[in-house]
């Protein structure tokens, strides 16, 4: 039977991805460059990072030290997210192009180097990485016994290391943005790079850091998002990267308001895939192909939300904009 705990741990199972990613492109926009390449970025961080748990788990230091592995693993998937969001940093920033186009054509990079370096390692046609039962964090790990209580379900049904990695990072993203020098120099490239370059401020140099810390959470979201669909790693993550940017402008761009439309995103998410258990929601019986209508309920709402929100949610104004020294 469905238990409230198990649709809380669930709807915090999916918002965690949501919410690095969304923090991640957050950064970027903040600093003035749009991050449209997050679907890729999730999609490079979740292979690599994937294969080194598959690594780890055949040569048997996976299970040996499951938390420790699990760390690596979230350590090289953020340093996949940051080196592949440099190709968009480049381009963006010391070239000049496009910035939609750029990471446009990221997105359509990333799942096709995927499959080509999953069919390298594993041989021609397995496109899936399985991942290793050890990733997940039970009570066993902390030398407790299973229980079925509320709070044992909630903490610990579907508990990677992920999920404290994100609420660390979340909190760090608060401080970094309005707490540090850095902090207030991204948000001044992002709104008036002229400005802040007038005063001493390398907006190249801000611009290029943006880039790499969306990249470094984003590649910790492919991860994580890999780990709550449960199902391994097949060269994609469904579109999760573009959800994430609708979670960023219906947060405004500040991190508190990401956390809450991540979990407002997440529970739609999770009605649609439990609706089947959910007594109280209609069944549409006398309609063809019927179950297909909750799986599109977090995409409608993605739709309506962004509709009734698009004229308060305000962007960074400089964002898209490629900088020119000579202008003013």
């Not at 970025?41 to 040569?59: E, Q, R």
């Not at 080196?83 to 446009?104: E, P």
């Not at 991942?131 to 066993?140: C, G």
């Amino acid at each position: 039977m469905l238990k409230l705990a198990d649709i809380l741990s669930s709807t915090i199972l999916f918002a965690i991805p949501l919410l690095l990613v969304a923090l991640g492109g957050m950064f970027s926009e903040r600093s003035g460059v749009i991050n449209i390449a997050l679907e890729g970025i999730m999609v490079i961080g979740a292979l690599f990072s994937c294969l080194f748990l598959s690594f780890l788990d055949k040569n048997g230091f996976g299970p040996a030290h499951p938390i420790l592995a699990c760390l690596l693993a979230v350590g090289i998937a953020a340093v996949a997210g940051v080196i592949f969001s440099m190709l968009l940093a480049f381009a963006s920033i010391h070239l000049k192009a496009d910035q939609t186009i750029g990471g446009t054509a990221l997105n359509m990079l990333a799942p096709a180097f995927a499959i080509v370096l999953t069919w390298a390692v594993q041989g021609q046609g397995q496109s899936t990485i399985v991942i290793p039962t050890w990733v997940r964090i039970t009570e066993a790990n902390f030398g407790l016994q299973a229980g079925e209580g509320f709070f044992s379900r909630l903490i610990f049904k579907y508990f990677y290391i992920t999920t404290p990695i994100a609420i660390l990072l979340l909190l760090v993203s608060v401080v970094v943005l309005y707490r540090t020098r850095l902090g207030l120099r991204l948000r001044a490239c992002g709104e008036h790079p002229q400005a802040a370059a007038s005063v001493g401020v390398n907006v190249y140099k801000m611009r290029y850091t943006g880039v790499a810390i969306s990249g470094f959470l984003a590649g910790i979201g492919g991860l994580a998002y890999t780990v709550a669909a449960g199902s391994g790693f097949s060269s994609s993550v469904l579109g999760y990267g573009f959800l994430a940017l609708a979670v960023m402008i219906f947060g405004n761009w500040k991190p508190w308001n990401i956390l809450g439309a991540s979990l407002f995103f997440a529970f739609f998410k999770i009605l649609s895939s439990y609706s089947a258990s959910i007594p109280f929601l209609p069944r549409f019986e006398n309609i063809k192909s019927s179950e297909y209508i909750y799986l599109m309920l977090p995409y409608v709402v993605t739709m309506i939300v962004l509709i009734l929100t698009s004229k308060k949610s305000r962007a960074p104004k400089s964002e898209g904009i490629p900088y020119d020294k000579g202008s003013r």
